[in-house]
């Protein structure tokens, strides 16, 4: 049975035991997604906190990190997502972002209905890809997709 997180305390101090297994045993997120045989986005945010594994990635995600039974169970709770307390983020890659939103989050709005109508972007039905590519200007770029699936607005 799928069982749900209601206080995020257990799941952010999982996160740190792993994200500390993970630097103790030199992996990459990479590496940790092919042993769930997920998605390194998705895997990425579920070891920190914000998705729950399915049974049989969370063995292979404990048992490469060295983690306890307790640990795999814990890692498929649905978790209270949420990773940004309030505020404007400090931390300089996510404040970015959140700059990006601030510049840029009423153009994608207005984009986004004029394209396709009153209705929401999912963040469940959703894929995330990071990528670096080289800049023809030299140096790297970021190439970030945001893949959600288009919810419209049903009025009752």
């Known amino acids: 049975m799928l069982h749900a997180q209601f206080d995020p ?71 209270t997502r949420g990773s940004i307390p309030g505020g404007i983020p400090t931390d300089p890659t996510i404040y970015r972002f959140h700059e990006m939103l601030q510049v840029y989050g009423t153009t994608l709005k207005a984009l986004v209905h004029e394209q396709f109508g009153d209705g929401i972007i999912s963040a469940i039905n959703f894929k995330l890809d990071v990528k670096k590519v080289a800049d023809p200007e030299g140096g790297e770029r970021a190439v970030i997709t945001l893949d959600g699936k288009y919810l419209p607005t049903k009025p009752f």
């Open 9 to 79: 305390t257990a799941r952010q101090a999982l996160a740190a035991q792993a994200v500390e297994a993970k630097t103790r045993k030199d992996l990459s997120w990479q590496q940790i997604a092919d042993a769930s045989g997920l998605s390194v986005a998705f895997t990425t945010a579920a070891v920190l906190g914000q998705h729950p594994l399915p049974e049989d990635s969370a063995q292979a995600v404990a048992e490469l990190l060295g983690l306890d039974e307790d640990a795999a169970m814990l890692l498929q709770t649905v978790p």
